[in-house]
């Protein structure tokens, strides 16, 4: 009996990864697609806003650096929380700035957690991305 692979690939969890270091991105693409995650990386928030007006699917997930050019973090969080199908896409800050200050900021514009860059091992995402998307939603 064969499967369908279209059908398997629209059950797989998309993660939408922005970070200006191309490092990054291929980091991101390879531990999460060794986890069998969809990954769609954009190199800042300017790209990944553009990447969500065009895509068919939002992403399940997301997880983005704070300081980039054109677009950092902060203002992509806002902006891409202004959008109806983004408002609730559990969204993970991943950065080497994780005092207090940035931890508040992040929450205030609207993400769901913090991740210090270095502590990212591709456990570290999935167990967050298993948090966050494993568990039903809670009612508000």
Known sequence: HQEVTTESDDNRIVVLCVDDSVMMRRTYEKRLASLNYDVITAEDGEAALDYLAEATRPPDFV????????????????????????????????????????????????????????????????ALIQRYLDTPAMAS
Do not use: C, W, Y
Not at 66 to 72: D, K, T, V
Not at 108 to 117: L, N, Q, Y
């Open 63 to 126: 997880f983005t650096d704070l300081e980039m050019p054109n677009m950092n973090g902060f203002d992509f969080i806002a902006n891409m929380r202004r959008l109806p199908a983004m408002a609730d896409v559990p969204t993970v800050v991943v950065s080497s700035r994780d005092g207090e200050k940035h931890r508040a900021e992040a929450r205030r514009v609207g993400a769901t957690d913090f991740m210090a860059k270095g502590s990212n091992s591709a456990e570290g995402m999935q």
